[in-house]
């Protein structure tokens, strides 16, 4: 009996050991997406959505479209402005032509009334006749030149008006811009979209970051950019381990999270830090717990 209570104890003794032993997690804290909300650049109703939560989707995939029909009718209607406006250069065009010529034949009838005038074959009231038409037909020719550079600017802004409705069709079209999983779905198809008002968040989630609090005292034990141990909750109750990344450490202080219990804790000053891991299985998912083991 006494021999059995030895073993008994020897046993209870090394377990404590070897509990003793295991190094305790340096930092504890939740796992984070860095997350993207993405909103609507036209208003309308919307005719098509296919996205639904957990939803994989790539780079530049139209996933949607709002109704275009008002801008359409508008596009069509300054493209008849447009040659309606147009139509103009060919009377214009042509009274220039006719004025140029007229032009030409004054400028003869006054070289020549210029040349009888010095022979004195010519009255000065004769001469100055013909250049007074002869300036009236220039600025005639002026009027006319300026009237068809005020339509080509005319014709300028209402294709800058239809290049803007141009493009406020393309924004119609929903086109998701960066790759990854759709978190929070926040529109429907049949809703009114509104510029500026998410239609939905989505994150990468082949990477999580770990977000914890370490003390002052701790600072020393990190660097930007070293490998950490992760430990995250495994099967009957053991512990997987994950190899992190620590891409940032806050540059100020802070009281400790409220969610810490304790009023002891709460009023410490701690430092936020992130640690990137990989998820590339998926078995990571936002808000679980993990562990940080520091190497040093």
């Given at each position: 009996?006494?021999?059995k209570?030895?073993?008994?104890?020897?046993?209870?003794?090394?377990?404590?050991?070897?509990?003793?032993?295991?190094?305790?997690?340096?930092?504890?804290?939740?796992?984070?997406?860095?997350?993207?909300?993405?909103?609507?650049?036209?208003?309308?109703?919307?005719?098509?959505?296919?996205?639904?939560?957990?939803?994989?989707?790539?780079?530049d995939?139209?996933?949607?479209?709002?109704?275009?029909?008002?801008?359409?009718?508008?596009?069509?209607?300054?493209?008849?402005?447009?040659?309606?406006?147009?139509?103009?250069?060919?009377e214009?065009?042509s009274?220039?032509?006719?004025?140029?010529?007229?032009?030409?034949?004054?400028?003869?009838?006054k070289?020549?009334?210029?040349?009888?005038?010095?022979?004195?074959?010519?009255?000065?009231?004769?001469?100055?006749?013909?250049?007074?038409?002869?300036?009236?037909?220039?600025?005639?020719?002026?009027?006319?030149?300026?009237?068809?550079?005020?339509l080509?600017?005319?014709?300028?802004?209402?294709?800058?008006q239809?290049?803007?409705?141009?493009l406020?069709?393309?924004?119609?079209?929903?086109?998701?811009?960066?790759?990854?999983?759709?978190?929070?779905?926040?529109?429907?198809?049949?809703?009114?979209?509104m510029?500026?008002?998410?239609?939905?968040?989505?994150?990468?989630?082949?990477?999580?970051?770990?977000?914890a609090?370490?003390?002052?005292?701790?600072?020393?034990?990190?660097?930007?950019?070293?490998?950490?141990?992760?430990?995250?909750?495994?099967?009957?109750?053991?512990?997987l381990?994950?190899?992190?990344?620590?891409?940032?450490?806050?540059?100020?202080s802070?009281?400790?999270?409220?969610?810490?219990?304790?009023?002891?804790?709460?009023?410490?000053?701690?430092?936020?830090?992130?640690?990137?891991?990989?998820?590339?299985?998926?078995?990571?998912?936002?808000?679980?717990p993990?562990?940080?083991v520091?190497?040093?």
């Amino acid at each position: 009996m006494t021999h059995k209570i030895l073993i008994l104890l020897l046993l209870a003794s090394l377990i404590t050991s070897c509990k003793n032993d295991e190094k305790q997690s340096d930092a504890f804290g939740n796992f984070e997406a860095d997350k993207t909300f993405i909103s609507a650049e036209a208003m309308g109703k919307i005719l098509e959505f296919r996205i639904e939560e957990g939803d994989i989707i790539k780079k530049d995939e139209i996933i949607g479209q709002i109704d275009t029909l008002d801008l359409y009718y508008k596009k069509l209607q300054l493209k008849s402005q447009i040659e309606a406006v147009a139509a103009n250069f060919i009377e214009i065009n042509s009274q220039l032509e006719v004025q140029k010529q007229q032009l030409e034949n004054i400028e003869i009838q006054k070289n020549r009334t210029a040349k009888l005038h010095k022979e004195k074959a010519a009255t000065q009231q004769q001469l100055d006749n013909i250049n007074g038409q002869y300036n009236i037909a220039e600025k005639q020719i002026v009027a006319i030149e300026s009237k068809r550079n005020a339509l080509n600017k005319q014709i300028e802004a209402m294709r800058n008006q239809l290049k803007e409705i141009e493009l406020n069709i393309s924004k119609c079209t929903i086109v998701n811009p960066v790759t990854g999983s759709i978190l929070n779905k926040l529109a429907m198809k049949g809703e009114m979209a509104m510029p500026g008002k998410p239609l939905y968040s989505l994150a990468d989630l082949t990477y999580l970051n770990l977000k914890a609090y370490i003390s002052g005292s701790q600072l020393s034990k990190i660097k930007l950019g070293e490998n950490i141990n992760v430990l995250i909750d495994g099967p009957d109750n053991s512990l997987l381990e994950k190899e992190g990344k620590l891409i940032w450490i806050s540059s100020s202080s802070e009281f400790t999270p409220k969610t810490i219990q304790t009023r002891e804790e709460r009023v410490n000053l701690v430092y936020a830090i992130k640690v990137r891991v990989e998820n590339a299985d998926g078995s990571l998912k936002i808000g679980m717990p993990g562990e940080l083991v520091f190497n040093n």
